[in-house]
């Protein structure tokens, strides 16, 4: 049988007390959020080979790139050069 949890007016728990925390700034990171930031975490590894976010771009620049010009044909194309 489930127990039924008490209910608090605004969904919070009484134990968080924003007034006693300092530091805190609402809508710290909007401006970004809003900007559509997409953040990657990266291996160490790879964080040791691509140092900046300058160095990760120019990389992913290359490998599309290199996708235009080395382009596999899909397999209508290979099943027509077969016949």
Request: proline share 6%; no cysteine; glycine share 4%.
């Amino acid at each position: 049988m489930k127990r039924d949890s008490p209910k608090f007016a605004n969904d919070m728990s009484p134990e968080y007390d924003f007034a006693s925390m300092k530091g805190g700034v609402r809508g710290k990171y909007v401006t970004q959020y809003r900007a559509g930031t997409n953040l990657v975490l990266l291996d160490p590894e790879l964080v040791e080979a691509f140092p900046t976010d300058a160095a990760v771009n120019a990389a992913l620049r290359a490998v599309l790139k290199m996708a235009e010009v080395v382009r596999l044909p899909n397999k209508f194309s290979r099943a027509r050069a077969n016949k």
